[in-house]
Nanobody
Framework: QPQLVESGGGLVQAGGSLRLSCAASDPSFGNYNVGWFRQAPGKEREFVAAINWSGGVKNYADSVQGRFTISRDNAMNTAYLQMNDLKSDDTAVYYC?????????????????WGQGTQVTVSS
């Protein structure tokens, strides 16, 4: 599987927006499901959103439904997470990951390769 690099994190005020990117190292990226997860200090890593290899199936955690949008551009070997109306509870390190286990795509177990993470901090 390709290597992954996240970018786009930063400091934003509550109500603001950020767009995270997950760049893959090679075109095999288009064969894999992509998941976004986050981990806040002192908490376990949690599922945020997932998109299947073609982009036709998208899933969201209840906490971000309606505010976050996952997408991918396989020609660019990149996945995105558009985050709107950010809240202080969204503060975390955000990770993207790739995997092939479609029925486990809402869990960490469904993914084999992870990026290094990007910090998102939302100030209230």
């Amino acid at each position: 599987q390709p290597q992954l690099v996240e970018s786009g994190g930063g400091l934003v005020q509550a109500g603001g927006s950020l767009r995270l990117s997950c760049a893959a190292s090679d075109p095999s990226f288009g064969n894999y499901n992509v998941g976004w997860f986050r981990q806040a200090p002192g908490k376990e890593r949690e599922f945020v959103a997932a998109i299947n290899w073609s982009g036709g199936v998208k899933n969201y955690a209840d906490s971000v439904q309606g505010r976050f949008t996952i997408s991918r551009d396989n020609a660019m070997n990149t996945a995105y997470l558009q985050m709107n109306d950010l809240k202080s509870d969204d503060t975390a390190v955000y990770y993207c990951a790739t995997g092939v286990r479609y029925f486990q795509r809402l869990k960490s177990d469904g993914y084999d390769v992870w990026g290094q993470g990007t910090q998102v901090t939302v100030s209230s």
